[in-house]
């Protein structure tokens, strides 16, 4: 099994929202506890991620993880799915 290594921990992590996700959260107004949520890297397609806000769950399923690499640096892309299927 690989290690993640220290390459793959400790960076940053940006999120993405699929146009279901992105329409779920401005309807219920998350937009900003979306924006402010930071993912560990540790994190995999299929995870759950729950955000609370005003007394109710809002469920997201990590739908994809994306490497995104220039010259310089590299940075890992979730995409977060909205409903959750197969639950």
């Not at 940053?12 to 998350?30: C, H, Q, W």
Request: hydrophobic share 35%; net charge positive; with cysteine.
């Amino acid at each position: 099994m690989p290690s993640l290594g220290n390459d793959a921990t400790g960076r940053p992590v940006s999120i993405s929202l699929t146009a279901t996700a992105k329409a779920y959260a401005g309807k219920n107004g998350i937009d900003v506890e979306l924006e402010e949520v930071r993912l560990s890297a540790d994190c995999q397609i299929g995870d759950v991620v729950s955000i609370s806000s005003g007394g109710t769950s809002h469920d997201f399923a990590v739908m994809r993880r994306r490497w995104i690499v220039d010259r310089s640096r590299s940075r890992l892309e979730v995409t977060l799915d909205h409903p959750v299927r197969g639950r």
